[in-house]
C-alpha cells in the first residue's frame, strides 16, 4: 500500500510528518517566553521546521518577520 502523502497525514499516523510538526513544537514556545540574543536562531530554526511540516507559507512569514525585526 502507497503510503500517505504529506497533506493526509495526521497526528495518529508514524512518520515525517508527525516528527515534524513535534519539531515545530519547541521552537513556538521558546518564541513566546522572552526576547533575547537567541531569537533570530529560533526564528530560524522555527522556519526550517515549518517548511520540513509542510507550513511553508507560515515559514516564509515568519522569516520575513524576524529579518525585518533584525534591520
Known sequence: MPEPSR???????DGPFTEAEESVTLPTDEQGVRSDESDGTVA???????????REREAAALALTAEEDSA
Not at 497533506?7 to 499516523?13: F, K, Q, V, Y
Open 44 to 54: 530560524a530554526f522555527l522556519s526550517l521546521a515549518l517548511v520540513g511540516a509542510g
Open 7 to 13: 497533506e493526509t497525514r495526521t497526528a495518529s499516523n
